[in-house]
């Protein structure tokens, strides 16, 4: 059992900025494959940015350019920096872990919101 737990969410002005972190459970997390999602009201959930267990990453066309992904294996987090935040990225924001590194997501955490105001 893995268990997410998310922090750093908050309220920001547009052009701010915010640092998520989530913290994970689990002996082997530098072997799983993590990744943050968000979630904004009336929504389908959607995909924010990715990092595999070997440090490769990838984000969503609408974040690309303004959020960092990054991952900490001695202290068991990853992170999601957030430059130029826009209304738009008003959401809840989840992590979630692949622990088997295949692509699918089987660990979520509870969410952390952000909001931006304008």
Known sequence: ???LVESG????????SLRLSCAASGRTFSNYNMGWFRQAPGKEREFVSAIRWFGGTN???????RFTIS?????????????SLEPEDTAVYYCAADVNANGGYNYWGRGTQVTVSS
């Open 71 to 83: 991952r900490d294996n001695a202290k068991n987090t990853v992170y999601l920096q957030m430059n």
């Open 9 to 16: 969410g908050g309220l920001v002005q547009a052009g701010g």
């Open 59 to 65: 984000y969503a066309d609408s974040v690309k350019g």
């Open 1 to 3: 059992q893995v268990q």
